[in-house]
């Protein structure tokens, strides 16, 4: 078989796509912005799609006939569809496209095409459960109605409490010393500036919440305690649906960059048993496995190896 993939990971942050041969060798890889259609419209999604997907198949010579796409926010609503018509009119060669949440790529990404759970905690949070290949979501509403446990939670968080400490309502943090410091300014004034930054910037305040409850801060403490809670829920109800006695999970997202001490304030709260899992190639790869899936290709060891190996010398072009 000699047909060229594509395989898609969108998050809300950035883009990464790789066109690859059917033993897993990368052919080449494209980073771009984020794509969500629910943070940004699909025109947006369209145009950065449109353009990620022409670098990508420049001089590749032969037409790429397999195609996954996993998109952060592509399946609230009737996103999946729109995505699937976006997807066919951007690439027309292809013949076998499919599409899913970004969950689904860091899902197999982690343990292949088996069953199991998911958890995305980067800018946003999101859980999936997959049985007999079945995707059940739980989560992933979006900022604007999702409680915790996203990287926007921790940095809002983060900024909320150093606003208390500021103008009355709540002690001194640790959080105003950081964020003046990563912010270069008065928490009073660049905390406005935020508005216009948007999500993403927000959420790149996360890791000085967890920082700073590392040095013992009480709000520092209490912004993983609260937002721990929130992961536990998509835990225990991924779990209960799964039904097994030790629930295989796959973690990804910045978030669980410091699993060892989020994982205190998790624990206390979860139902079942799990066998938290750490994936040791991107996303993307996930999506690759999918991409795979699709032309009856079994992503084993030999295919794993071959795209780690390629990924390893494969310089990603940016647009």
Sequence with gaps: MDSLFIAIDGGGTKTDLVLFHHSGSILKRVLTQGCNPNDFGWQHTEDVLS?????????????????????SGGTVGNNREIMAELMKKLVPSVK????????????SSGIGTKDGCVVISGTGSVGFVRIGGGM??????GYLFDKGGSGYDFGRDAVYYALCALDGRGGPTLLTQLLEEKLGGPIGKTAIDLYQEGKPAIAALA??????????????????????AELAKLFNV?????????????????????????????????????????PDLPPVYGSAVEAAALAGIEADESFK???????????????
């Design 51 to 71: 353009k990620a997907l022409s670098a990508l198949m420049q001089d590749a010579g032969a037409k790429p006939e397999y195609l996954f796409a996993g998109i």
């Design 96 to 107: 076998h496209v499919s599409n899913n949440s970004d969950t689904v790529n860091a899902l």
């Design 136 to 141: 059940s979501r739980v989560g992933g509403w």
């Design 207 to 228: 890791p000085l919440a967890f920082k700073a409850a590392a040095e013992g801060d009480a709000a520092g403490k209490k912004i993983l305690a609260e937002n721990g």
């Design 238 to 278: 991924l779990s209960a649906k799964m039904n097994a006695d030790v629930c295989p999970t796959v973690l990804a997202g910045s978030i669980f960059r410091d699993w060892d001490m989020l994982y205190t304030y998790v624990k206390p709260h979860l139902l079942r048993k799990h066998d938290f899992i750490f």
């Design 305 to 319: 190896r071959c795209f780690a190996a390629s990924l390893d010398t494969c310089t990603a072009e940016k647009v």
